[in-house]
């Protein structure tokens, strides 16, 4: 195994042109402090995690719950107002 990763290793150093200066490479970071592209970038809790099986179930079931929540809206007024002519009675 390791001779095999050694000239997997030396085949790939060969290729590597002089002119390349390494040594000004950056390592990518990770987590929080990494930069983003644009995205907005949610952690959730490990309970809700294994709950979606990936980022189109989670994006799929908030866009359910801002519609319902919308439509709960629409509704609000009308039911304060019913609620507010029953006090009266």
Known sequence: ???????IYQSMADDLR???DLKSLRVRRLGSG?????????????????????ADAVN???RFLIRVMRDNQAFAPTAQANN???EDD
Do not use: C
């Open 1 to 7: 195994m390791k001779a095999r990763q050694s000239a």
């Open 18 to 20: 002089t002119e390349y």
């Open 34 to 54: 990494r930069k983003s592209f644009g995205g907005v970038t949610v952690r959730l809790e490990p309970d809700v995690a294994e709950i979606f099986p990936s």
């Open 60 to 62: 799929e079931a908030l």
């Open 84 to 86: 507010l002519n029953a």
